[in-house]
């Protein structure tokens, strides 16, 4: 591995064939480690199998863990997002005392965003704080939860409510594992996509736009690093999420509104998922944009047009402003002042802290209600 490189050459792994970020350059300041691929997977759990102790779910235990190629002590928590929650955590903390797990002992994280989040807050709870690993296992979790040292667990209805900043010391980010996956699991990974190109990038929009477009289309696997590096660029500039990396929520006030309500009145595996509620939510704040931030009708037209795909495959209505009113309430974003939105400029340009009224978010969810 060479150690004096340009950091865009380092997020684009071409300064170090199997690690993503460089590290040893003076450019890079992030912590986190990210290798590529189950070979790197496999030699890190062949050197600490002695330390590690892996979390998986029922899912992952099956498909995964087959492929990482040691034994290794394990427990596995409930799968979903009902289950991210203080509860799953005091289970994960008490089969971490019974295998005598200590601050040294490596916490592998196997799953997707739900068990990646949690299972990182457990970890850096345990005894003020173990080793913790991360192996995710879908799109969603490679591109979002992988990166930026968010951890956390739902509370009182509340998404992501109660967590910590904790970088995870080493992530892997092996795109064998997606192969484990149904097609339709995918798509929430393409969504959390499509927002990094709309927020950020223009062109890696319109390349993740065909993916999402034309289902079952071969995923390059280097536009997962592309999209890691685009949330990357944000959260390593604004780890505790008091600025620019406000944007990477683009989509999420009404999203996170409409998933929280939907996990709320359906079961576990009713409820509308993550990305599904984003790509709503996308669409309500891509309105939005256009009365408060000059996203042209011309390119809100082009959102709605790709993120409309989406709707047609939603069975529920639309849930009045009223019912919203409380999660959007609660959104971690408000600072006092009002509902508190990250907003398009343009399809790559985006800006964080727009306060909007609820006439306005009234009127976007309307809007989303006719698109339907
Ligand atoms: N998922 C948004 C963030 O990590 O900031």
Redesign the pocket.
Known sequence: MTSEIHPLLCFKGNCCQEILLCFHCSYCTFETILKQGLPNLQSFIKEHQDEIILLADKHTLEECYPLLGEELPHFIVPYGEGYKNLNSCEYIWKKLAELNATRQTILLCLGGGVLCDMGAFAGACYQRGMRVVLAPTSLLAMV?AST?G?TGVNFLGFKNYIGLFAKAEETFICPEFLDTLPYEERVNGYVEMLKHGLIADKKHYDIVKMLFLKENEKLNTSLIFDSIAI?QK??EQDFK?EGI?KR??FG?TIGHAIESHSLHINDENESLSHGVSVAIGMLGESYLSTKLAGLSEAENHEISLVIQRILSKVDDPIPSLDTLMPYLLKDKKNDGEGINFSLLRSIGDCKQDYTVSVDLIKESLDYIRKLK
Request: glycine share 10%.
């Open positions: 979002d930026g968010k949330k944000h959260v999420d990396r990477l929520n999420h």
